[in-house]
């Protein structure tokens, strides 16, 4: 049988129009426009796409996409951002690692930042491990206060160590401020430990009281369904966040038990879920070698609007 390529008979068409599809989250009973929005109506032409890449980052004209990446143990790195971007995130890297910043600048077609220590490296400790979690989430916080939604995370290496490259597109500007949200993060860690990070003295009340409640359930609903698929072997606090030890070692499991596994976290956004936490993206993080794997992290967010249908369901639980 010959096979005719449509482009050649004339019977291709390419002058489509894509249509958009809003995209809704039913949380709790209520509609959560989290975390998608329509694109910018003006998109870069493939002139202006040519002429961007002929630009050093510092005099590139606004885009609809950017990326946000980490690489080696120390770097973090933005390609197609705009320039208001490279100085007004500088104080919240400074401050959500101690150890701070060492240099910052140009890199090729993109502006990188690079951080003392090893905050992507093979964590020393569990502080360090912790810290790195708040580094990647108020790195993802700031991009959504500034109208930058995340679109997708994907690994763009295949070398060893490689970490992901995070997608964002702009809001639209008629969409008006991005609602705001409280975050959350859940660390797999070593082989058989699972780490719940959430921050109250970054909520917007001035009494944080509730949120320490908040926390306090979610951890318990979490130890819950952990005893119930006999994974809990204990748990303590450490660094302003929870850490569970599990039986075995089910971040390495084989066989059978890789459907608990399946199950165990099932469980954890199931649970998160019933308190309004909704997924935004997990991150591969960390440098892994071929003997020692990383995991991702698992980041969380949820509209303050939930905030009362939180505080009733942890009054249940408490």
């Not at 390529?5 to 249509?19: E, I, V």
């Not at 694109?39 to 990326?67: G, I, N, R, V, W």
């Not at 208001?84 to 240099?103: D, F, K, M, R």
């Not at 109208?147 to 995370?153: D, G, H, M, R």
Request: glycine share 6%; charged share 20%; with cysteine.
């Amino acid at each position: 049988m010959r096979h005719v390529n449509p482009a050649h008979n004339g019977t291709f068409r390419t002058n489509f129009k894509a249509s958009r599809l809003p995209i809704h989250v039913d949380t709790m009973g209520s509609t959560l426009n989290l975390p998608y929005s329509s694109l910018d109506e003006h998109q870069p032409s493939a002139s202006s796409t040519t002429a961007t890449m002929s630009k050093s980052p510092s005099t590139s004209p606004s885009t609809s996409f950017t990326t946000l990446s980490l690489h080696k143990s120390d770097i973090i790195r933005f390609t197609q951002s705009p320039p208001e971007i490279y100085n007004t995130i500088l104080p919240v890297l400074q401050g959500s690692w101690a150890p701070g910043i060492q240099s910052h600048g140009p890199y090729d077609m993109s502006y990188e930042y690079k951080m003392r220590g090893r905050p992507f490296g093979w964590p020393d400790n569990n502080r360090e491990a912790v810290y790195c979690c708040r580094l990647i989430r108020d790195a993802l916080a700031y991009l959504y206060d500034h109208s930058w939604e995340f679109v997708t995370s994907i690994a763009g290496s295949r070398k060893v160590g490689a970490k992901n490259t995070l997608i964002f597109r702009r809001r639209r500007v008629d969409a008006g401020p991005p609602p705001p949200l409280r975050w959350l993060s859940v660390a797999m860690m070593g082989r058989d430990r699972l780490r719940i990070i959430y921050d109250p003295e970054k909520s917007e009340s001035a009494d944080t009281s509730p949120d320490h409640d908040h926390l306090g359930a979610v951890v318990t609903s979490v130890k819950t369904s952990l005893e119930e698929l006999n994974y809990f072997q204990k748990g303590s606090w450490s660094y302003n966040s929870f850490e569970f030890k599990l039986k075995g070692w089910p971040w390495v499991s084989e066989g059978r038990e890789c459907v608990q596994v399946r199950l165990l976290l099932l469980r954890i956004v199931e649970c998160l879920s019933s308190f309004g936490w909704q997924s935004l993206c997990t991150v591969h993080q960390r440098t892994a070698t071929k003997d020692d794997p990383i995991l991702d992290t698992w980041y969380f967010v949820r509209s303050t609007m939930q905030d009362n249908v939180v505080l009733d369901k942890t009054a249940l639980v408490s």
